[in-house]
């Protein structure tokens, strides 16, 4: 059966995406080191975590647009590609090439990737990155900040944003990493997603033990997150929240490729809330969403349809 949402309203999600890239995935039977490695499928998108946000939820038939740069004859194949996804989007001009990003993914789900640093931004591009998210902020109802900050943008560009955000009434979803992330919690975003890896970078220690992820779930959320949503890969979620601690755990399954399971998990609880889902149900959904994405190759993200029985699996437990 067909699942279908209505318009919970018309305000928009955005996203920001400051180093898009052209993702090459590549996909071989076995990973092999010393070894020649055969490639059965391979795949090139206009990538980036916000990019990839967007996707997903131009997918769903959600309202969304994207704000991102493209530079050099590299930056025209993203324009295009881009432009062929059919998400509405924003892009900058800027003097650097956009960069480029490979991931080799075997059948087992182990992957490597090799991602390049972006091209320096410079201050009046970044001036003008600023004025085209400000001219969208009173349409939106959630911006996603997300991704890697490339040189030439401050440190605390994604805590600015916040704040703008703020002050238009719109609220923030915040997944980034090292001082982008640490400085952007300071602003109060309403959600903030790392990973365990970018947990740990944060808080300066390893997190071992599902004792030591709920602890660093309520640190990060006391650093100034009205909620936080700690990704922990096939292990699914542990959600800090004003009603205290949730795990979410996802049913078992096969190994895939996990490239961009994260940018489905956070653009699916922000498309779950603007169809005024409660936080519960966002959690499931978006749980779902990405469990459901990495059984797929590459960046092939999947249907509502898809997504709905894998979300009734999804298991919830107080903690």
């Known amino acids: 059966m067909m699942v279908v949402f209505n318009q919970y309203n018309q305000n928009m999600i955005v996203t920001l995406t400051l180093n898009p890239s052209i993702d090459l995935t590549l996909t071989t039977d076995r990973i092999l080191y010393d070894r020649h490695n055969l490639i059965l499928a391979e795949e090139e998108d206009a990538a980036g975590k916000g990019i990839n946000a967007a996707r997903v939820v131009h997918s769903y038939g959600g309202k969304v647009h994207a704000i991102t740069t493209s530079g050099g004859h590299r930056g025209e194949n993203f324009r295009r590609m881009l432009d062929n996804t059919g998400v509405e989007h924003?892009?900058?001009?800027?003097?650097?090439?956009?960069?480029?990003?490979?991931?080799?993914?075997?059948?087992?789900?182990?992957t490597i990737k090799v991602d390049q640093v972006g091209k320096h931004l410079h201050p009046d591009e970044v001036h003008e990155i600023e004025e085209a998210l400000?001219?969208?902020?009173?349409?939106?109802?959630?911006?996603?900040?997300?991704?890697?900050?490339?040189?030439?943008?401050?440190?605390?560009?994604?805590?600015?944003?916040?704040?703008?955000?703020?002050?238009?009434?719109?609220?923030?979803?915040?997944?980034?990493?090292?001082?982008?992330?640490?400085?952007?919690?300071?602003?109060?975003?309403?959600?903030?997603?790392?990973?365990?890896?970018?947990?740990?970078?944060?808080?300066?220690?390893?997190?071992?033990?599902?004792?030591?992820?709920?602890?660093?779930?309520?640190?990060?959320?006391?650093?100034?997150?009205?909620?936080?949503?700690l990704s922990l890969e096939d292990k699914g979620v542990i959600a800090a929240w004003e009603e205290g601690l949730i795990e979410a755990v996802p049913p078992s399954f096969e190994t895939g490729c996990p490239v961009g399971a994260g940018d489905v998990l956070v653009a699916t609880y922000t498309?779950?809330?603007?169809?005024?889902?409660?936080?519960?149900?966002?959690?499931?959904?978006?749980?779902?969403?990405?469990?459901?994405?990495?059984?797929?190759?590459?960046?092939?993200?999947?249907?509502?349809?898809?997504?709905?029985?894998?979300?009734k699996q999804v298991q919830l437990r107080s903690l």
């Open 134 to 229: 400000v001219s969208k902020l009173p349409d939106a109802e959630w911006l996603l900040l997300t991704g890697s900050r490339p040189p030439g943008v401050p440190a605390n560009f994604f805590a600015r944003m916040i704040q703008l955000a703020i002050e238009h009434d719109v609220q923030t979803l915040l997944d980034s990493s090292e001082e982008s992330l640490r400085l952007g919690i300071t602003a109060h975003p309403n959600v903030t997603k790392p990973n365990r890896s970018e947990a740990e970078h944060l808080l300066g220690r390893r997190l071992l033990s599902q004792t030591q992820n709920t602890i660093a779930a309520n640190e990060i959320r006391a650093m100034g997150s009205e909620r936080v949503l």
């Open 90 to 110: 924003t892009l900058i001009p800027v003097q650097g090439e956009t960069r480029r990003n490979v991931a080799v993914t075997d059948q087992n789900g182990l």
């Open 271 to 311: 498309w779950a809330m603007t169809q005024g889902k409660s936080f519960v149900d966002a959690l499931r959904w978006s749980v779902a969403a990405a469990t459901t994405a990495v059984r797929k190759q590459g960046l092939q993200f999947a249907s509502l349809d898809e997504i709905e029985p894998i979300r």
